[in-house]
Nanobody, 127 residues
Framework: QVQLVESGGGLVQAGGSLRLSCAAS????????MDWFRRAPGKEREFVAA????????SYADSVKGRFTISRDNAKNTVYLQMNSLKPEDTAVYYC????????????????????WGQGTQVTVDS
């Protein structure tokens, strides 16, 4: 069982930056592929970014590519999402998610394949 706790959300002006953190419980953090998803008001939950267990492989949604960076510190059992050049359309509840994978190079971008979810953290970008 893995428990995920997000933090770092808040209110920011357009063009600003935020860094989200997701702390995971457990002793085998590096065996989990980690993702960030988000749900904007009135919309479905959507993929934002993914990172492999080793941290060497990443993937991003087109809407955030070049502005957001996902990273992880396996010694701290934590995954991060650095969000720069924020836009009002980035306003959403951001969730981190985890799925155990057999190889540390695997990334997972499918919401339905994630086994564990955090409670979410609100990000509001004011224009």
């Amino acid at each position: 069982q893995v428990q995920l706790v997000e933090s770092g959300g808040g209110l920011v002006q357009a063009g600003g930056s935020l860094r989200l953190s997701c702390a995971a419980s457990g002793r085998t953090f590096s065996s989990y592929a980690m993702d960030w998803f988000r749900r904007a008001p009135g919309k479905e939950r959507e993929f934002v970014a993914a990172i492999s267990g080793s941290g060497r492989t990443t993937s991003y949604a087109d809407s955030v590519k070049g502005r957001f960076t996902i990273s992880r510190d396996n010694a701290k059992n934590t995954v991060y999402l650095q969000m720069n050049s924020l836009k009002p359309e980035d306003t959403a509840v951001y969730y981190c998610a985890a799925v155990q994978v057999p190889l540390s190079t695997i990334i997972v971008v499918n919401l339905d394949k994630m086994n564990y979810w955090g409670q979410g953290t609100q990000v509001t970008v004011d224009s």
